[in-house]
């Protein structure tokens, strides 16, 4: 008897920090989420397709959540909590080496009021020992009947095949939506722009990284080189000056730190030319939040 084609779309939520990034770059099998071990590093909706001759999953990995301090945490709360209502799985992913967050027994009650079947994946089971798995398993289980629970670690790929074999049980027949050799939506100026605001969380401190925007001006490709222009926008001069670094060092090392990731993403070489200007407050403002790219549904 032929197998049916399966697909289905399955939101990754959590909170800050817990690995989704992580999990959906390993499952994607390539760099389409950044990573940073700073809160709120995703702040869009992220798309990853997976797809086999048997079955299609669309994973969207979504920020995390979280109190929102200003109207850029408000919009990335909203599109977390949006992601959850038009979905067929939700998978709930929280950090094994953390316990259970009061946020985390709020969102488990949440998520048992959506009538959509969740799988609670415990992450990063690399860093602590089994038998500390229990309890925390226990304690998950007496806030939400989990249609299963999956221990992982997505960073070393542990238990992600499990996962998208569980996934599968909970999608129906259905159609292939995106092309079987595509594996995200981001266009590749959104993925280079997210790669430049990598590096700045990795080596930035405090809350620079969190006030920055990168907007890509100009992506070109030219015989066997693309050239890409990037201003990075920052909200106070004090930032611009620890961004740029004494005589640019600071800049020159962001520069060559997203050069080679962006080379291969692309597959070829990478001129790449960063600015650095200010735009005071512009994670309250609604213009400039539309404006460097963090839309809404509503919006477009």
Known sequence: MENKFKSGFCAL????NVGKSTLLNTIAGQKIAIISDKPQTTRNRILAVYSTPHEQIIFTDTPGIHDPHN?????????????????????????????????????????????VPCILVINKIDMVKKENLLPMIADFSSINHFDDIIPISAK???????????????????????DEDMVTDQPEKAIAAEIIREKMLWLLDKEVPHGIAIEITRMKEQDKLTSINATIYCERKSHKGIIIGKNGEMLKKIGTLARSDIEKMLGRKVY??????????????????RNFGYRNDDDI
């Open 71 to 115: 109207k850029l945490g408000e919009y990335m709360v909203r599109v977390a909590n949006e992601s959850m209502r038009d979905t067929d799985v939700v998978i709930f992913v929280v950090d094994a080496t953390r316990g259970i967050r009061d946020k985390e027994r709020e969102i488990a009650e949440n998520i048992d009021k959506l009538g």
């Open 272 to 289: 790449l030319e960063l600015w650095v200007r200010i735009k005071n407050d512009w994670r309250n403002s609604d213009f400039l939040i």
């Open 156 to 178: 070393d790929n542990d238990g992600v095949q499990t996962l998208l074999s569980t996934i599968t049980q909970y999608i129906d027949e259905g159609p292939m939506f995106y």
């Open 13 to 16: 939520i959590g909170m800050p």
